[in-house]
């Protein structure tokens, strides 16, 4: 490999261990290779990094993001969480259970995962702790329920994948949920086991006719938030709309939600809303360019191609292969978010998860548990971190109950959704006809 390119990858190494902020990291790493490489007129990267963003695709993620915004501040976290308080909350640890469930839905909404930490986790860290959770453990809990909104569609992560890779997007939407489901359901399992011993309180016992017209009530004010991923899916595998354009709808669904219907937000609100969306959106479009300069120039230098060779090196068994594209995914997922890591990864596996038999729709779920895995896998868990400062804990309070989710609830689900095609592939087959 050019030693140039071995420097570049060790500087971008360095510059992520050290915090430097991701877009940066990128930008570094493709400035030194302009500076130092042999390529002639560096003009054509510039290009490529700009006919990069000019795609239609990359419109939907930023539109998902305000419209995860306006429906976080307009008041839909919190119903959401009356009305799965009102139906399971009552269990002995119910209000984990809870948590986990509003945040999937919750992502079902925003397809950011630290949107569903800012969201839900305001709302249901200082109700937990009221009825005797632990608050590291709240904090905690959050986090890893809120990789669930990478799983669960709309994902921002998938919608990147399917750009990266020309992997149809609506396929890769489906491709996660099983994972999903299965990881939902064991956080809901280690949920109840890490809580028996907490003095958790009870609410009042109550008839059940009660608990069916509070149930009842709660589900007509948390109606309107409901229905909005209801019709960005409906609308996009209804064959109504692109993701794009139901991405937009979900927009100008969310507003008049937020401002009428819920009345928490008004348009000053919106107008913050608006700028904080765009902020993030600025941030990643960065990230984005950068990262394509360097993506096309390590595809010039033939670093996929290399790290295919590299793999074969060691063998040739799809079933080593594979373990070692997770190894490589898990500790990319450990020094950078999911968009990076998808934007980094994705194309450098791609040829050795072919080279293993792998469809693109199947690699779509491993690097998604892979990389959502890596969001609340130390040193750097950024999800962690932000979770934490929501939670107003110490990252040492949310580790012992963080690990316990990672090697036992997201391990478990990306060693299956690896080794088990089916988990991936039933969905995508079934809606979409695909084989």
């Not at 990881?183 to 109550?206: D, H, S, V, Y």
């Not at 937000?265 to 300069?293: D, H, K, P």
Request: glycine share 10%; hydrophobic share 60%.
């Amino acid at each position: 490999m050019n030693p140039l390119i071995i420097m570049d990858a060790g500087l971008l190494t360095l510059l992520l261990i050290i915090g430097v902020p991701v877009p940066f990291c990128f930008a570094g790493a493709a400035l030194l290779l302009m500076m130092f490489g042999d390529f002639g007129s560096t003009s054509f990267l510039v290009g490529a990094g700009f006919n990069k963003l000019n795609s239609i695709v990359l419109i939907a993620i930023p539109l998902y993001i305000l419209a995860g915004g306006i429906m976080g501040a307009g008041g839909i976290a919190t119903r959401l969480v009356d009305l799965a308080d009102s139906i399971i909350g009552r269990l002995r640890g119910g209000l984990g259970l809870v948590l986990i469930v509003t945040t999937a839905v919750f992502g079902a909404i925003s397809g950011m995962a630290s949107s569903a930490v800012a969201a839900i986790g305001t709302v249901m860290i200082p109700r937990m702790v009221e009825r005797g959770f632990d608050r590291g453990y709240a904090a905690a809990l959050v986090a890893a329920s809120s990789v669930l909104a990478l799983l669960i569609p709309p994902s921002a992560s998938m919608i990147l994948y399917g750009w990266v890779t020309g992997t149809s997007i609506l396929a890769c939407f489906l491709a996660p949920i099983v994972p999903g489901l299965i990881l939902l359901t064991l956080l809901g399992f280690w949920n109840l086991i890490l809580t028996r011993r907490m003095p958790l309180k009870q609410p009042e016992p109550a008839p059940m006719r009660a608990i069916v017209g509070e149930t009842f009530i709660r589900t007509k004010k948390a109606a309107a938030g409901l229905m909005m991923p209801l019709i960005i899916l409906g609308f996009i595998y209804g064959g109504i709309t692109t993701p794009t354009e139901a991405a937009a709808v979900a927009v100008v669904y969310a507003i008049p939600v937020a401002i009428y219907v819920y009345r928490e937000m008004n348009w000053s609100g919106l107008g913050q809303v608006l700028w904080r969306a765009g902020q993030t959106s600025g941030v990643l479009m960065i990230m984005i360019f950068f990262a394509s300069m360097l993506g096309r120039i390590w595809t010039l230098e033939n670093v996929p191609q290399e790290i295919l060779e590299s793999f074969l090196s060691v063998s040739e068994n799809p079933i080593v292969l594979l373990l070692l594209a997770n190894l490589f995914l898990m500790i990319i997922g450990m020094f950078m978010e999911d968009v990076s890591g998808i934007l980094l990864a994705a194309p450098l596996l791609l040829p050795v998860m072919k080279q293993a038999g792998v469809d693109p729709i199947h690699f779509s779920a491993i690097i998604a548990t892979n990389l959502g895995m890596g969001l609340i896998t130390p040193p750097t868990a950024p999800l962690l971190y932000f979770a934490a400062l929501i939670g107003k804990t110490s990252l040492s309070g949310m580790l012992k109950p963080a690990l316990v989710f990672v090697f036992f609830a997201y391990l478990p689900v990306v060693l299956l959704t690896t080794f088990i095609p089916a988990l991936s592939m039933w969905l995508p087959s079934l809606v979409l006809g695909l084989n």
